[in-house]
């Protein structure tokens, strides 16, 4: 791989290096320029630990050079000490892997001391992602198969749990989305994913109790924003501010984060294996996340943050798999992962983004649509509905206007302006339902020949309603008792009508 790079990044261009070292090493150099001064000797040892352990498996001895070189390149570049950065090289280049030689497993440390004697790698290591216990062998690219010597796996029965009911589901927004694990918005652009997010974040930070009709959770909130800019989340904040009367500034518990370079916000890279690894700008939010203890974090979103094949089930559950150790911090934060649905997801009404895994990863997931009623559509209306969910039930869609302030909730059903168009519609259902039956044409209740919904917006009386609003009609006046379904005719040939109730 080729990189082209000016004096603020790190030239290779001489031979193609390892894909992976390539990838941490362009990381590492954005991350860097980030850190405070104090910090960044510590960094910087974690980038050349990192760099040259994702090298080690695969880099000839003139790669690994190239990449010793670019490192401290880039450690002179961000004003490091040269003793630091020296004697951290020094002790790479003389334990270089010679794949002619198969020594391809030494230690990257192995010129700082004796072998009993030599330090812990100097950062935290996490085997969950492929660290291992520090040798360069050891990564999720060489995956121990065990043998003599393997420790057998932990474990346990119904019996080792507490005698007591277990707890009860904690909800960050009441029956949508649940904390302590990952749950994905789908949308199409435009539609309000963004809107309705940012609503929900405000709602946690400033307590308003509800979102959208549901009991919410209060408490710190995450946004990394990789798409929207500052500005754009500057405005939306103060429209919803407006509308519902809290001021930005009082937003304390709202932590948001915005990329210097958009194209720079990656949160995880691909293995030759597959398995999506976090870059150090992963680990450094990581670590402000634990700090912050929040209730949500909002990445917006998967495709500025995800470099894999969304099609690619190994690359998607690990992805996914890095934010559910987020969620299980010690604040238990709900993670919501925003995102837009394939071509087919918009088409079969799913919202699915990408293979199946996208959905069976998560404990939940929602889809924020357009109604399939044009007028709707155009005039705003949005429907949110659960699409999965592992402690709920699916569907519940909820109505959504959008208005001066963003989406809010459709009017009310209380709304004596929505009572009034409802029951205009009401009158003309049956006026309609009168006409057909006086005519020996009976209209049905289900789908298909003869339904009713639809057989009432293509006469000349509907004066425009559509099939959704009668279909609305039929289910209230069914409920009331003022329309009843009828059954004629022997039970293998029965067929099924709508009549007024007899009063």
Same mark, same amino acid.
């Given at each position: 791989? %080729?990189?082209? =790079?000016?004096?603020?990044?790190?030239?290779?261009?001489?031979?193609? =290096?390892?894909?992976?070292?390539?990838?941490?090493?362009?990381?590492?150099?954005?991350?860097?320029?980030?850190?405070?001064?104090?910090?960044?000797?510590?960094?910087?040892?974690?980038?050349?630990?990192?760099? *040259?352990?994702?090298?080690?498996?695969?880099?000839?001895?003139?790669?690994?050079?190239?990449?010793?070189?670019?490192?401290?390149?880039?450690?002179?570049?961000?004003?490091?000490?040269?003793? #630091?950065?020296?004697?951290?090289?020094? +002790?790479?280049?003389?334990?270089?892997?010679?794949?002619?030689?198969?020594?391809?497993?030494?230690?990257?440390?192995?010129?700082?001391?004796? !072998?009993?004697?030599?330090?812990?790698?100097?950062?935290?290591?996490?085997?969950?992602?492929?660290?291992?216990? $520090?040798?360069?062998?050891?990564?999720? *690219?060489?995956?121990?198969?065990? $043998?003599?010597?393997?420790?057998?796996?932990?474990?346990?029965?119904?019996?080792?749990?507490?005698?007591?009911?277990?707890?009860?589901?904690?909800?960050?927004?009441?029956?949508?989305?649940?904390? &302590?694990?990952?749950?994905? *918005?789908?949308?199409?652009?435009?539609?309000?994913?963004?809107? =309705?997010?940012?609503?929900?974040?405000?709602?946690?930070?400033?307590?308003?109790?509800?979102?959208?009709?549901?009991?919410?959770?209060?408490?710190?909130?995450?946004?990394?924003?990789?798409?929207?800019?500052?500005?754009?989340?500057?405005?939306?904040?103060?429209?919803?501010?407006?509308?519902?009367?809290?001021?930005?500034?009082?937003?304390?518990?709202?932590?948001?984060?915005?990329?210097?370079?958009?194209?720079?916000?990656?949160?995880? #890279?691909?293995?030759?294996?597959?398995?999506? !690894?976090?870059?150090?700008?992963?680990?450094?939010?990581?670590?402000?996340?634990? +700090? =912050?203890?929040? #209730?949500?974090?909002?990445?917006?979103?998967?495709?500025?943050?995800?470099?894999?094949?969304?099609?690619?089930?190994?690359?998607?559950?690990?992805?996914?798999?890095?934010?559910?150790?987020?969620?299980?911090?010690?604040?238990?934060?709900?993670?919501?992962?925003?995102?837009?649905?394939?071509?087919?997801?918009?088409?079969?009404? %799913?919202?699915?983004?990408?293979?199946?895994?996208?959905?069976?990863?998560?404990?939940?997931?929602?889809?924020?649509?357009?109604?399939?009623?044009?007028?709707?559509?155009?005039?705003?209306?949005?429907?949110?509905?659960?699409?999965?969910?592992?402690? &709920?039930?699916?569907?519940?869609?909820?109505?959504?206007?959008?208005?001066?302030?963003?989406?809010?909730?459709?009017?009310?059903? %209380?709304?004596?302006?929505?009572?009034?168009?409802?029951?205009?519609?009401?009158?003309?259902?049956?006026?309609?339902?009168?006409?057909?039956?006086?005519?020996?044409?009976?209209?049905?209740?289900?789908?298909?020949?003869?339904?009713?919904?639809?057989?009432?917006?293509?006469?000349?009386?509907?004066?425009?309603?559509?099939?959704?609003?009668?279909?609305? %009609?039929?289910?209230?006046?069914?409920?009331?008792?003022?329309?009843?379904?009828?059954?004629?005719?022997?039970?293998?040939?029965?067929?099924?009508?709508?009549?007024?109730?007899?009063?």
């Amino acid at each position: 791989m %080729s990189i082209a =790079i000016d004096e603020s990044q790190i030239e290779v261009e001489r031979s193609p =290096i390892p894909w992976e070292a390539s990838q941490a090493l362009q990381s590492w150099d954005r991350t860097l320029a980030n850190v405070e001064r104090p910090l960044r000797a510590m960094q910087f040892t974690r980038a050349a630990t990192e760099v *040259l352990r994702l090298a080690s498996a695969e880099a000839t001895p003139q790669q690994w050079q190239q990449l010793v070189d670019d490192l401290y390149a880039m450690g002179e570049r961000h004003g490091l000490p040269a003793d #630091v950065v020296q004697g951290l090289m020094s +002790a790479a280049t003389q334990a270089p892997p010679d794949r002619r030689s198969g020594d391809s497993a030494r230690p990257l440390f192995a010129s700082v001391t004796t !072998q009993d004697e030599r330090p812990e790698p100097p950062f935290e290591e996490n085997p969950e992602y492929g660290y291992g216990d $520090g040798q360069p062998g050891d990564s999720l *690219l060489e995956p121990n198969l065990g $043998g003599e010597g393997t420790a057998p796996v932990t474990l346990i029965t119904p019996a080792d749990w507490p005698d007591e009911a277990p707890p009860p589901v904690s909800w960050l927004a009441d029956g949508r989305i649940p904390r &302590g694990d990952v749950t994905t *918005l789908h949308g199409d652009g435009g539609a309000g994913k963004t809107d =309705i997010a940012m609503q929900l974040a405000e709602g946690c930070a400033r307590g308003a109790g509800y979102w959208l009709g549901h009991e919410l959770q209060a408490g710190p909130v995450v946004i990394l924003s990789a798409e929207e800019p500052e500005r754009e989340l500057r405005r939306r904040i103060w429209l919803h501010g407006r509308r519902d009367s809290f001021n930005p500034a009082d937003l304390v518990d709202l932590h948001l984060w915005f990329p210097d370079d958009v194209a720079g916000a990656v949160f995880a #890279v691909p293995t030759r294996s597959g398995i999506m !690894q976090p870059t150090p700008l992963f680990r450094s939010i990581e670590a402000s996340i634990a +700090a =912050i203890e929040p #209730v949500l974090v909002i990445v917006d979103n998967v495709a500025a943050t995800f470099t894999g094949n969304q099609n690619d089930r190994v690359m998607v559950r690990s992805y996914v798999n890095l934010w559910r150790t987020i969620a299980r911090q010690d604040s238990h934060p709900a993670v919501l992962l925003l995102d837009h649905p394939s071509l087919s997801g918009l088409t079969n009404g %799913s919202g699915r983004g990408g293979n199946m895994d996208w959905r069976n990863s998560v404990r939940s997931a929602l889809y924020l649509r357009v109604p399939e009623d044009k007028g709707e559509a155009e005039g705003g209306v949005r429907i949110l509905e659960t699409q999965k969910s592992n402690y &709920g039930p699916t569907g519940q869609p909820v109505r959504l206007q959008w208005g001066d302030g963003g989406l809010a909730l459709e009017h009310a059903p %209380s709304s004596l302006v929505r009572l009034a168009e409802d029951a205009k519609v009401d009158d003309l259902f049956l006026r309609l339902l009168d006409k057909r039956n006086a005519q020996a044409r009976p209209v049905r209740p289900g789908t298909g020949r003869d339904y009713a919904p639809a057989e009432f917006e293509g006469d000349a009386d509907a004066g425009g309603i559509r099939s959704k609003a009668f279909k609305a %009609s039929m289910e209230r006046l069914l409920n009331a008792g003022t329309i009843v379904v009828v059954t004629k005719g022997p039970p293998s040939k029965a067929t099924k009508h709508i009549e007024r109730a007899r009063t």
